[in-house]
């Protein structure tokens, strides 16, 4: 999912799968863990050492829908990114969901692009619209919002177009403002 750096906060998208609780780290990572130790789990069972033989039939469906869910987040995610290119404003960042085998897989993403125009730049403007448009669209199956990017992308190049328009009217009719004509008096 593409969202915008211009205030517009977009959530990511889930799928209806069941929040399993979090647990303690085993591993050190969590602060919380290493201030208090007695929140560490006996590695016996903690449920993040798992093997998916130890998992029942429906914990195994879980754990491959969400695997599935993982590679395509990351992939649309990626594909945003590649098109983006410069004006991605960082990499991607992802939603999680602890799957019954302990492990985290992404189950929603965004890449944050910067989708303000050129100032008094209308023909780079109209260059950043089509970039916009293109990340927007570039994975096999965008999203609800990365429609509505695109959507602005478009509107934000036809208001280029016009800009550039007038500016061609201006330079082709020697200069004339938009009030009037402009008469040189120093001849």
Known sequence: MISSILGNSFAAQQTGYSRNPS???TDGSNPDV???PALKTDSSTSIGNKKTQELS???LKI????KQRDA???AHEAAHLAAAGGIATGGASFEYQQGPDGIRYAIGGEVNIDTSAVPGDPAATLRKADIIRRAALAPAEP???DQQVAASAT???AQA???LLQKNQDTQNGHKDHLGTRINLSA
Not at 63 to 66: N, T
């Open 23 to 25: 647990i303690a780290s």
């Open 155 to 157: 509107a934000m190049a």
């Open 34 to 36: 290493q201030q208090y």
């Open 57 to 59: 039939e429906s914990d």
């Open 63 to 66: 754990v491959s829908e969400l």
């Open 72 to 74: 395509e987040v990351k």
């Open 143 to 145: 999203s609800g919002q």
């Open 161 to 163: 177009q016009i800009q």
